[in-house]
């Protein structure tokens, strides 16, 4: 069993930044993606980034040279920094794992198995 705990969603201007953290806990894969998701009032839950272990990442068109998905693997933790942060990137921001991931399914919520029950993102204009 893997839990999930994200922290770190806050309120912010436009233009801001945040650093969101996923510390995972219970059995730790050698092998594992983590992902971040992200769902506003009304919409579909949607990947934003995911990283694999051995380095691999993949990102969301709509958040590519704002948003750096990163490990510290001491710490079992996952990282998703957020620069020139937008009023449409407000959500509730979750984390998930998997054990594997590629470009043709790491955004896909039915691959995951673990979920965090998520960190709310406000951005004002």
């Known amino acids: 069993q893997v839990e999930l705990l994200e922290s770190g969603g806050a309120s912010v201007q436009a233009g801001g930044s945040l650093r969101l953290s996923c510390a995972a806990s219970g059995y730790i894969y050698s092998r594992r993606c983590i992902g971040w998701f992200r769902q506003a009032p009304g919409k579909e839950r949607e990947g934003v980034a995911s990283i694999y272990n051995d380095g691999s990442t993949y990102y969301a068109d709509s958040v590519k040279g704002r948003f750096t998905i990163s490990q510290d693997n001491d710490q079992n933790t996952t990282y998703l920094q957020m620069n020139s942060l937008k009023p449409e990137d407000a959500a509730m921001y979750y984390c998930?794992?998997?054990?594997?991931?590629?470009?043709?399914?790491?955004?896909?919520?039915?691959?995951?198995?673990?979920w965090g029950h998520g960190t709310q993102v406000v951005v004002s204009s």
């Open positions: 998930a794992a998997t054990l594997y991931c590629s470009s043709a399914s790491w955004a896909r919520l039915d691959r995951y198995n673990y």
